[in-house]
């Protein structure tokens, strides 16, 4: 199967933070493979904005070293760098945006992407306006945090608004531009297999869980500040979430499909701050505490949460979605597991009834889908069930075109072509925001401290004990 690029429209691309961590990991990189895949070519423009005071070329040096890895063709990195330009503006400041508004092209799509710090969000977009950098027809990206709650999400969505139509705001979440995320509604929308098994009679509960080995170790006063709730419940998971649950949208377009996520947060019940199991990982041989790394030593911040949510409508009312995430787990591992229930009647006497079939969608390590099966154990014996899977590793089933493409790089051209699909609308940001605010305020209002847990567990005993409640078990990380 050979992959097909469609090629964008030349474009502007201006990228403030363009030296920035995330710039230099994810960004630059992801352009450079766009352009090494022939989706865009010479017309564009790539022009590079932050504080820092550098000529072109020690810029470009820069980004050079960013993007080469082994195999590169050094003629294609020389052809990348020459649509790669730099100008030194300070977000807050008056110096440099005429500069900027020079170098952009009339009649030419102009994409602004804002890698900083949120709290300049609001001043690149009033001064990109001013200076009349900003076209009816620009787009403005930004990067996540999107708030901190309810009130600074509203706040900014108004600040972009003052300057911006919702149509032209990318709010990115990367887990949006997962392969596997789209596969998942391919999965439901491309086939008739699921669809009709895919509501609370055929589904006993969804697991949703997204573990990372790392610890917070160099970011811990940042993480600190927002906590495994604000970091990844309320934007990963979540939307995670709305793209299991939610309805077939009638058409493919980027507000249908935003719609039905939304009626998803807006049908969540209010979850009981007592129901939720928090953790924070505990010191273990070299390394430090979660306290340790926040650098606060009565920090009451979780780095893991599992709860058990429930979706208030009909095809959902019953079917429990278990979230869970968190930091220096046994894997790094992330996936949906979607559990049907058992037969109703089992035929066969004597036989243990194993774990029923459960389709697993993995977002990492090896992005695919994985349908686990009852078959017959092989061989004499009598009629002894056992389990087998169906599984298809997308890099193992597709080649070469299953390569999977980097989140950032599909979203990045995304907004080149305008579309919006997989980008958060400022509705589904608060509305996420409105769920999520109550929570956290109860373990303040409360006190309430996390559990400890060791590093390298799958999370504290809490989180084992919700399911034992239900009668369930959490997949095994690292199984
Ligand atoms: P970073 O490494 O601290 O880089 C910040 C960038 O902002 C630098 O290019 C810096 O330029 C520029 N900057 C700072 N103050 C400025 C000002 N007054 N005017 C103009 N530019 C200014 O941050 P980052 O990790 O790349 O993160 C950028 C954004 O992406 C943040 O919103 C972050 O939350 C989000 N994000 C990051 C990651 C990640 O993995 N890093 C993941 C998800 C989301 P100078 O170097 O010239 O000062």
């Excluded at 977009?125 to 403005?140: C, Q, V, W, Y």
């Excluded at 949208?249 to 499909?257: G, H, I, L, Q, W």
């Excluded at 597991?337 to 977002?363: D, K």
């Excluded at 994985?370 to 069930?385: A, E, Q, Y």
Aim: one cysteine or more; aromatic letters at 8%; a negative charge.
């Amino acid at each position: 199967m050979v992959s097909r690029v469609i090629p964008v429209n030349a474009f502007d691309l201006v990228l403030f933070g363009a030296t920035g961590d995330l710039a230099r990991r994810k960004i630059w990189p992801g352009l450079f493979h766009r352009f090494v895949a022939g989706q865009f070519d010479a017309d564009s423009r790539l022009l590079g904005v932050s504080r820092s005071d550098l000529e072109r070329d020690a810029f470009q040096a820069k980004v050079k070293e960013a993007v080469n890895e082994p195999g590169t063709d050094p003629a294609q990195l020389e052809e990348f760098l020459k649509l790669v330009d730099y100008i030194s503006i300070d977000a807050t400041g008056e110096r440099g945006w005429d500069a900027l508004a020079a170098a952009v092209r009339p009649n030419t799509v102009r994409a602004f992407y804002l890698s900083v710090a949120p709290k300049f969000f609001g001043p690149i977009a009033r001064r990109l306006e001013k200076n009349g950098i900003a076209t009816p027809d620009s787009r403005i990206v930004v990067e996540k945090p999107f708030g901190h709650d309810l009130a600074s999400a509203k706040a900014l969505n108004t600040e972009l608004r003052e300057c911006f139509e919702e149509h032209q705001i990318y709010r990115i979440d990367h887990y949006l531009g997962k392969e596997t995320v789209q596969n998942l509604m391919a999965l439901r929308f491309a086939n008739s297999l699921f669809e009709p098994l895919w509501n609370s009679s055929q589904i006993d509960h969804v697991q949703i869980t997204v573990a990372e080995k790392l610890s917070v170790e160099g970011r811990g006063e940042y993480y600190d500040q927002s906590g495994a709730m604000r970091d990844m419940v309320q934007n990963h998971l979540m939307q995670l979430l709305c793209l299991t649950a939610m309805e077939p949208p009638s058409k493919f377009t980027p507000n249908a499909v935003r719609n039905e996520k939304l009626k998803i947060i807006e049908a969540l019940e209010p979850v009981p701050v007592d129901d939720i199991a928090r953790g924070q990982y505990r010191a273990s041989g070299e390394q430090g505490s979660y306290q340790d790394h926040a650098g606060n030593p009565d920090s009451a911040t979780e780095s893991f949460i599992a709860m058990k949510v429930e979706v208030a409508n009909w095809r959902w009312a019953g079917t429990p979605f278990y979230l869970r995430t968190g930091k220096c787990l046994r894997e790094r591992e992330s996936e949906i597991a979607v559990f049907f229930r058992n037969p109703p009647h089992m035929i066969f006497p004597g036989t243990e009834t194993p774990q029923g079939n459960v389709l697993v969608i993995r977002l990492q390590p090896d992005e695919g889908m994985t349908l686990h099966t009852t078959i017959k154990d092989p061989g004499p014996g009598g009629m002894r069930l056992t389990e087998a899977s169906l599984d298809m590793t997308f890099a193992d089933s597709l080649k070469d075109s299953a390569k999977p493409q980097d989140a950032y790089e599909r979203l990045i051209m995304d907004v080149i072509r305008g579309d919006q699909t997989l980008f958060m609308r400022g509705d589904e940001v608060e509305s996420a925001w409105a769920w999520a605010d109550p929570i956290i305020a109860g373990w303040t209002e409360r006190n309430m401290k996390p559990q400890q847990y060791d590093v390298g567990s799958a999370g504290p005993e809490d989180a084992l004990l919700l399911m034992h409640k239900d009668g369930r078990r959490w997949r095994s990380i690292g199984a």
